[in-house]
Nanobody, 121 residues
Framework: QVQLVESGGGLVQAGGSLRLSCAASGSGFSINAMGWYRQVPGKQRELVAD??????NYADSVKGRFTISRDNAENTVYLQMNSLKPEDTAVYYC????????????????WGQGTQVTVSS
């Protein structure tokens, strides 16, 4: 079992910055990819950014403003969000795609509990 614990959300004015963190813990796993998604009420959860190996991927709406990074030794992923806009307001979820080596060897996927980001105009 893998647990994802997020932190760093909050309220910020437009143009401000926030940094989200997500730490993965547990045993018998290795991380294939980690990423951040966001969701607003009434809409589908959407990819914000993800990272796998040395590559990163961003939604067009956040390119140039958000940066995803990962600390492999700590199994932690970060999302630095700059130049925030009111439309970035959402619940942000951490996601981890992992390989589990307990009870066999298989791939699994986990979500964090979500952290609220609110950007005021």
């Amino acid at each position: 079992q893998v647990q994802l614990v997020e932190s760093g959300g909050g309220l910020v004015q437009a143009g401000g910055s926030l940094r989200l963190s997500c730490a993965a813990s547990g045993s018998g796993f290795s991380i294939n990819a980690m990423g951040w998604y966001r969701q607003v009420p009434g809409k589908q959860r959407e990819l914000v950014a993800d990272t796998s190996g040395g590559s990163t991927n961003y939604a067009d709406s956040v390119k140039g403003r958000f940066t995803i990074s990962r600390d492999n030794a700590e199994n932690t992923v970060y999302l630095q969000m700059n130049s925030l806009k009111p439309e970035d307001t959402a619940v942000y979820y951490c996601n981890a795609d992992v390989y589990v080596s307990i009870g066999g060897y298989y791939r699994d996927n986990y979500w964090g509990q979500g952290t609220q980001v609110t950007v005021s105009s």
